[in-house]
């Protein structure tokens, strides 16, 4: 009876031995699942990190310039004082370089060591001259922005010690740098040309404050239009409209414009504002006015969701009481509702600034040197202004363009943070 | 005066007309017996004065501003000798942009003429005509309608009422911009489109096997007759996007399922933000890095396997674009998984599921239809994407689909034909739009599909 018994229980396998028996293998692929999905957000962060890595990494030292100290005199054989701001300032400059390197004679050698300063220094000379004439005849020294090339030198982009076909640099223009280091009259200082100057074709002369006023504008007029028309589309739609076939077609368009590529708006800009109205091309106002068309449909959303979460109670305390309908919006829900509008809008705002693709439609890709004065002016914005050094061959012009994304991240950051920190200050639990 | 003057002055004006409007109120208020015999608070009379004074004249403005540059322009054109109109479109708006640049003090390009010269100074003239005629009749219509609704003011007149109606409208109106938007969209694309569809036909552009736009100046220049089909741009464009988003939706699903179903609050708080300012960072940084620190790197790791990439491979683009969708497509799906009822999955674990045959077999297809959407929305914006494209991927249209050689895509096409000259009357300025037409299409097909599945979706389960 016993051994029948035993027997039977050797035949039989009950459910919860299969279940042992596949259990090993279920819970190797549970842990091998879990491990794929924290190593995909591993797999994120990384590419976040190498990103800010490689251009942190390619543009931090695009804050510092290389100059050059010259001992200029002021020769007056070279200053009319007829004209002073016509004179022959680059002769000076390279009549200073010739008694500093006596030894170097030959027309080519003479060029090769010109082409060490950059020709800002004769801008620089001008401007001096210009702001006080009494220093002509005097000896000055003063300190000149070198040529991108011994900036890239110095700052270790150039391997030194291969023949002259290699670098940029010929090895008498190496040997003069180096006589120039040993009298300590070449250093690394803080790039203040960077921050004040518009775009130039010599790396070490170009700024982004052109852009950044560019930008400027261009988000003001984006602001001014979308912030109160997307504010009045969403209490229109969340407050005031019907639920029919007219408030749903709007509804679908909104979203769908949402999604719409960038550079169709682009298309539309270039099709309507500068086509059919003749505004003028590379102008931060119709910059503006197509990002106020792209960035609506985020502002619209994000203003509904704030009105939507003004609970139901209060508009009906104010009805209560005998505001009208327009009252009760004006004076109760909209300013509950505001700073959630708020967020949305510079959420919008920080899409605005980082867009490029649309602009290069409407001709802000311009080369443009001088700072823009108004919206009517030609200019160019930070991403375009990326986008074109990006495109420079100059070797300079990748540390140029780094710093510049910097500058550009910083400003988003400083955006983003302000909405979160707006967001937190008034959140309200209802 | 210039038009900000002009709108400052308005401005004021309004604010005079909002004071004269609420005194006003208050005077026959006064007559009447004091203030609460009025119909409205008297702030109502001031409103409904100011928003007469300055809403017809602000629009007067904006229609002003929009259409005289092209009257000008006209009538400079025709007041120009026979011998300049009768030029070629292209030549004559060459000689109208010189003018201009004479009138503003830019650069002029080409030689300045007597005739020039008058012109200049014709449209200058004609210029600050339209701006003192526009000035006088804003501010004379801003004074009209103060003066009209001021002697109308009665304690009888239903102010707030109107003012509210005209609030409404001014409400509607701006709500009614994004059907405007949208309508100009695809009026202006359309248009340019036909027009390019009359000189090249709409087969040869949808299905030609050969692109190369680039139109012969001279009749008998060699080797650039221009070619229209579209088939290599577009499989440029399915290839780049196809990497994209073989990158972006295995990593960006498993994030999703991490943050969603395995992560504690801690770890989720930290890391679904930091995976979002992926979303935020701006396309040409990413542009920037794929052209500058991604190609490179492909290239020397391509050649030490002994393989030919080249400098502007597909890879590189792709790879870089689908780390950009990569937060797209998790913080879509993200929801979905969170929005599938608890219920199911307590009902797997009671089955004796373990958590990952649950997500498997339970809230996957569960979630499946908005997960779906979420990948269809992140494909439209990658079919979108232009700054990318434009830095790290080629101009040869290339018919391949081998991901280490060059292609080119839609919108790297529509940036190249419309950056620099353009011609609104040669078929390759023209192409551009008939490849945004194409582009708009398509992602509009696909956004609504993912609109509605999504919107499906989120309905079965509340």
Not at chain 1, 160 to 181: C, N, P, Y
Not at chain 2, 204 to 212: D, V, Y
Not at chain 2, 252 to 275: H, N, Q, T, V, W
């Amino acid at each position: 009876m016993n051994n029948g018994d035993s027997k039977a229980h050797k035949v039989e396998r009950r459910t919860i031995d299969v279940v042992h028996q596949g259990l090993a293998k279920r819970y190797r692929a549970e842990r091998r699942f879990r491990l794929y999905g924290l190593s995909a957000i591993i797999i994120g962060l990384l590419c976040l990190a190498i990103l800010f890595i490689s251009i942190v990494g390619n543009g931090y030292k695009a804050f510092q310039q290389t100059y050059v100290e010259l001992e200029v005199f002021f020769d007056p054989a070279f200053l009319d004082q007829e004209n002073l701001s016509t004179a022959d300032y680059g002769g000076l400059v390279k009549s200073t370089l010739q008694t500093m390197f006596p030894e170097v004679k030959g027309r080519s050698d003479k060029r090769e060591l010109y082409k060490l300063i950059s020709p800002g220094a004769a801008f620089q000379l001008r401007a001096m001259v210009l702001k006080d004439p009494d220093i002509i005849g005097k000896s000055i020294s003063l300190w000149v922005p070198a040529d991108d090339d011994v900036d890239m030198l110095l700052k270790g982009h150039f391997k030194t010690d291969v023949g002259e076909s290699s670098g940029r640099l010929t090895d008498k223009q190496l040997a003069w740098i180096e006589q120039l280091q040993e009298q300590g009259r070449i250093k690394k200082k803080f790039n203040k040309v960077f921050f004040t100057a518009g775009d130039s074709r010599e790396p070490e002369l170009a700024g982004i404050w052109g852009a950044a006023v560019g930008s400027f504008y261009t988000l003001l007029v984006t602001l001014l239009l979308s912030f109160p028309i997307g504010v009045a589309a969403a209490i229109y739609l969340e407050e005031f409209a019907q639920k029919n076939r007219w408030t749903d077609l709007i509804e679908v368009n909104i979203n769908n414009l949402a999604a719409v590529p960038s550079i169709v708006f682009g298309l539309l800009g270039l099709a309507v504002f500068l086509n059919f109205f003749g505004f003028p091309r590379s102008a931060p106002l119709v910059g503006g006015l197509v990002l106020t068309l792209m960035t609506l449909p985020t502002i619209i959303i994000a203003s509904r969701a704030a009105l939507q979460s003004v609970p139901p109670s209060i508009r009906e305390g104010a009805l209560g009481v005998g505001a009208s309908k327009m009252q009760m919006v004006a004076h109760h829900v909209l300013p509950l509702a505001l700073p959630g509008m708020l967020t949305g809008t510079i959420i919008g705002m920080a899409r605005a600034l980082g867009e490029t693709a649309p602009l290069l439609m409407i001709g802000m890709v311009a080369f443009i040197v001088d700072i823009p004065r108004g919206i009517t002016d030609p200019a160019t914005v930070l991403p375009v202004q990326i986008y074109l050094w990006a495109d420079s061959p100059e070797r300079a012009f990748v540390e140029k363009t780094s710093a510049a994304i910097m500058i550009l991240l910083a400003f988003l950051l400083l955006m983003n943070g302000a909405a979160i920190i707006l967001r937190k200050k008034f959140e309200k639990r209802w | 005066m210039s038009p900000s003057t002009i709108l400052t002055a308005l401005l004021i004006l309004a604010s005079i007309a909002y004071y004269l409007g609420r005194r006003r109120a208050f005077a026959v208020a006064g007559k009447a017996g004091g203030v609460r015999y009025l119909h409205s608070r008297p702030i109502y009379y001031g409103a409904l004065t100011a928003l007469w004074c300055g809403v017809p004249a602000l629009l007067l403005f904006t229609l002003w501003l929009a259409l005289d540059d092209k009257i000008i322009t006209n009538l400079v054109v025709s007041g120009l000798p026979q011998a300049i109109r009768a030029l070629p479109e292209n030549r004559l708006n060459l000689v109208v942009n010189d003018i201009k640049n004479l009138v503003s003090g830019n650069i002029v390009a080409g030689e300045v003429t007597a005739t020039i010269q008058a012109a200049a100074a014709h449209y200058g003239n004609l210029k600050a005509t339209s701006n003192a005629a526009l000035a006088a009749v804003m501010l004379s219509l801003g004074i009209v309608g103060t003066v009209v609704i001021r002697s109308r003011i009665s304690p009888t007149m239903r102010a707030r009422n109107l003012v509210e109606q005209l609030v409404k409208y001014l409400l509607i109106a701006c709500s009614c911009l994004a059907i405007l938007t949208t309508i100009g969209i695809v009026l202006s694309v359309l248009f340019e489109a036909t027009r390019f569809f009359k000189a090249v036909p709409l087969r040869e552009f949808l299905f030609g096997l050969k692109w190369s736009p680039q139109m012969a100046i001279r009749a008998d220049q060699v080797g650039s007759s221009g070619a229209f089909g579209a088939i290599p741009v577009f499989l440029g464009t399915l290839l780049i996007s196809g990497i994209a988003m073989a990158v972006a939706v295995p990593v960006g699903l498993m994030s999703a399922i991490y943050l969603a179903e395995y992560a504690d609050r801690r770890f989720r708080d930290i890391a679904k933000p930091l995976l979002e300012i992926l979303a935020g960072i701006p396309t040409v940084v990413y542009g920037f890095f794929a052209a500058i620190t991604v190609a490179p790197f492909i290239r020397n790791l391509g050649s030490t396997l002994g393989l030919d990439v080249s400098s502007e491979s597909a890879l590189a683009a792709g790879l870089v674009m689908g780390i950009m969708i990569i937060p797209f497509v998790s913080s879509l799906s993200d929801d979905v998984i969170n929005a599938v009822p608890q219920s199911l999955r307590d009902g797997a674990y009671s089955l004796g599921a373990t958590r990952s045959e649950t997500i498997k077999q339970v809230v996957l297809p569960a979630a499946l239809p908005g997960i779906v959407g979420s990948i269809l929305l992140a494909v439209s914006r990658a079919i979108g994407e232009t700054m990318i494209v434009v830095m790290a991927a080629g101009l040869a249209a290339n018919l391949t689909l081998n991901p280490f050689k060059t292609v080119t895509t839609v919108t790297v096409q529509i940036v190249t034909l419309l950056i620099g000259d353009q011609e609104f009357d040669s078929p390759k300025t023209l192409a551009a739009f008939a490849l945004g037409l194409v582009l708009f299409v398509v992602t509009l097909f696909l956004n609504v599909i993912a609109l509605k599945v999504v919107r499906r979706y989120r309905e079965q389960y509340e």
